[in-house]
């Protein structure tokens, strides 16, 4: 029973550490960092992605199955499956690089 609430109490430490971090592209490499661009949450609409941060600088055409669609912002790129968004992540020099 000790050893279980350890384990639960270092994977709410890692999960809450989590927050903090976030997944940075620079120069097409992937580095978790500390960043305070804005981007759109999980579970966002495109629609309300549209509707908070403007039309995308590019919107990428959809691939695969489920499909995923990308869109680039300055300073972010937004990943959608169908139309909600799964992952937003900083880019280029808003990303420190």
Do not use: C
């Amino acid at each position: 029973m000790r050893l279980q609430a350890v384990i639960l109490l270092v994977g709410a430490s890692l999960a809450a550490n989590a927050v903090l971090a976030e997944t940075v592209v620079v120069d097409d490499k992937v580095a978790v960092r500390e960043s305070s661009v804005a981007r759109p949450s999980r579970g966002m609409h495109m629609a309300q992605v549209e509707q908070k941060f403007g039309a995308p600088v590019t919107k990428h055409a959809t691939v695969g199955q489920p499909p995923i669609t990308r869109w680039d912002y300055a300073g972010f790129a937004v990943f959608f499956e169908h139309d909600i968004v799964i992952h937003a992540v900083a880019t280029g020099a808003a990303a420190g690089g």
